[in-house]
């Protein structure tokens, strides 16, 4: 096993689009996306039925480099301090196969 950093991100699904794009950019090699997140916080509850979609979260999860991962976090900071959402690092073992 290898001694990783796990970034997990929720925010607007709107900003969807920039933040892969942001990772890409950095060289993560992949990344996992659930959307239509649903939840409560700092800007409200976010239920996920909205009819336009407007309101919508979305979860990124990706698993990097320690040194990767401070660059994650300061480049989608803009975006979560226009947008709202969270972002989590955490350490993991990556079990390689």
């Known amino acids: 096993m290898t001694p990783m950093k796990k970034v997990e991100i929720v925010t607007d699904l709107l900003e969807l689009p ?42 990124l999860m990706a698993v990097c480099t320690p040194e990767i991962a401070d660059l994650i976090v300061e480049t989608i900071r803009p975006i979560l301090k226009r947008y709202g959402g969270i972002a989590l690092v955490s350490d993991c073992l990556w079990v390689k196969h």
């Open 18 to 59: 920039a933040l892969s794009r942001a990772l890409e950019d950095l060289g993560v090699s992949g990344y996992t996306i659930v959307r239509d997140v649903t939840g409560y916080g700092g800007r409200g509850r976010r239920t996920g039925d909205e009819i336009t979609g407007v309101f919508q979260n979305c979860y």
